[in-house]
């Protein structure tokens, strides 16, 4: 990495906290990375657009942002495309990439579309569950399966179904979330996460982190708030499958159209150890504990450098930077 002077970046200003179901771990993200890039010179200040009018970023003088906001209104193209507008380039995925990435179907098909692997899935619009559209799903996915919202993140309303029984609790609880519900079948095996740094032909892969959650640890409350959860990096998987790992989350980023950084979630199933993607995250949590700041860590970047080489790489779809 060529050595980013902190004085050309200018006047910044760090997206976090938003409205979003994330808002909590938004500003965790945010506080860390504006303590790191102030720890690197860099003329940063905090800025929640929960309060504020974003149009302010413009009459402030700000330079470029960095987008610490997680979810809805956040990184799903909108703050993305005000931003456009307001043509104050800004970290991470373009207003399209964020905002199908942030849809965990239509991600899926692009990636089908593509031959990327996925997990099997049906989509239950809001007007198709009906108790007898819910019950066909286990028909067709099998069991166990997994039910979640489609546009939120952070485990939020997801349920491991292991039983006819369960699917209607299950939808439910997706549908406070989101409308539409997401059925998917269920991989059992390893869990990984893989992030990218970088655009267009720069873009790497960071080393895999392997994931260890006690049997059923889905929850957001488990995920962020308990050491249930291990996490390792270097992984320990073997060579060719941290490759494989790399190079399919790599494909699956380029063809969604991601820029600046990203973070795959994977499963590697146990019966053939063959890797499947479940979501493309376009704004990860950012936090020291956080995974993308773990693996960077391993790849040998500093949180401190890491976040500054996202804030370097801010872009408008332009193609301006700043
Ligand atoms: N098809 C699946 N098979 C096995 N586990 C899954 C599946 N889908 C989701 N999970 C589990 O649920 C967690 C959250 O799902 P994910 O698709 O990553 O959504 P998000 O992180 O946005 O809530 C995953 O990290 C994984 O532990
Ligand atoms: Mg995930």
Same mark, same amino acid.
């Given at each position: 990495?060529?050595?980013?002077?902190?004085?050309?970046?200018?006047? &910044?200003?760090? @997206?976090?906290?938003?409205?979003?179901?994330? *808002? !909590?771990? $938004?500003?965790?993200?945010? =506080?860390? #990375?504006?303590?790191?890039?102030?720890?690197?010179?860099?003329?940063?200040?905090?800025?929640?657009?929960?309060?504020?009018?974003?149009?302010?970023?413009?009459?402030?003088?700000?330079?470029?942002?960095?987008?610490?906001?997680?979810?809805?209104?956040?990184?799903?193209?909108?703050?993305?495309?005000?931003?456009?507008?307001?043509?104050?380039?800004?970290?991470?995925?373009?207003?399209?990439?964020?905002?199908?990435?942030?849809?965990?179907?239509?991600?899926?098909?692009?990636?089908?579309?593509?031959?990327?692997?996925?997990?099997?899935?049906?989509?239950?619009?809001?007007?198709?569950?009906?108790?007898?559209?819910?019950?066909?799903?286990?028909? &067709?996915?099998? @069991?166990?399966?997994?039910?979640?919202?489609? *546009? !939120?993140? $952070?485990?939020?309303?997801? =349920?491991? #179904?292991?039983?006819?029984?369960?699917?209607?609790?299950?939808?439910?609880?997706?549908?406070?979330?989101?409308?539409?519900?997401?059925?998917?079948?269920?991989?059992?095996?390893?869990?990984?996460?893989?992030?990218?740094?970088?655009?267009?032909?720069?873009?790497?892969?960071?080393?895999?982190?392997?994931?260890?959650?006690?049997?059923?640890?889905?929850?957001?409350?488990?995920?962020?708030?308990?050491?249930?959860?291990?996490?390792?990096?270097?992984?320990?998987?073997?060579?060719?499958?941290?490759?494989?790992?790399?190079?399919?989350?790599?494909?699956?980023?380029?063809?969604?159209?991601?820029?600046?950084?990203?973070?795959?979630?994977?499963?590697?199933?146990?019966?053939?150890?063959?890797?499947?993607?479940?979501?493309?995250?376009?704004?990860?949590?950012? =936090?020291?504990?956080?995974?993308?700041?773990?693996?960077?860590?391993?790849?040998?970047?500093?949180?401190?450098?890491?976040?500054?080489?996202?804030?370097?790489?801010?872009?408008?779809?332009?193609?301006?930077?700043?």
């Amino acid at each position: 990495m060529n050595r980013i002077d902190p004085k050309t970046l200018g006047k &910044v200003a760090v @997206l976090f906290g938003g409205t979003s179901a994330e *808002r !909590e771990i $938004s500003i965790l993200s945010g =506080t860390g #990375v504006l303590e790191a890039l102030r720890a690197r010179g860099v003329d940063a200040q905090a800025f929640d657009p929960a309060g504020r009018d974003l149009a302010e970023l413009q009459r402030d003088g700000i330079a470029r942002c960095f987008v610490a906001l997680h979810g809805r209104h956040g990184e799903d193209g909108t703050v993305q495309g005000a931003l456009e507008l307001l043509g104050i380039p800004y970290t991470g995925s373009g207003v399209m990439a964020s905002s199908v990435a942030m849809d965990k179907v239509m991600t899926k098909r692009i990636w089908q579309a593509d031959g990327l692997p996925t997990p099997k899935y049906v989509r239950l619009a809001f007007d198709q569950q009906s108790r007898e559209q819910v019950m066909a799903v286990p028909d &067709v996915l099998g @069991l166990p399966l997994i039910v979640k919202p489609p *546009r !939120e993140g $952070s485990s939020i309303g997801v =349920t491991k #179904v292991e039983g006819y029984s369960q699917m209607q609790d299950a939808v439910a609880l997706s549908a406070k979330y989101d409308a539409d519900v997401l059925c998917e079948e269920f991989i059992e095996g390893q869990e990984v996460t893989c992030a990218v740094l970088g655009s267009g032909l720069d873009a790497r892969a960071l080393p895999v982190v392997r994931i260890a959650a006690p049997e059923g640890a889905y929850d957001y409350q488990n995920k962020y708030f308990t050491d249930d959860v291990k996490y390792h990096c270097p992984s320990g998987l073997p060579e060719a499958e941290e490759r494989a790992i790399q190079q399919i989350t790599l494909a699956a980023y380029r063809t969604l159209g991601c820029r600046g950084w990203g973070r795959a979630d994977l499963m590697i199933r146990a019966s053939d150890r063959k890797p499947f993607l479940l979501e493309m995250n376009t704004s990860p949590g950012m =936090t020291t504990h956080s995974l993308v700041p773990m693996s960077a860590r391993a790849a040998g970047i500093a949180y401190e450098d890491l976040c500054l080489q996202v804030l370097a790489s801010a872009a408008l779809d332009s193609g301006r930077h700043a």
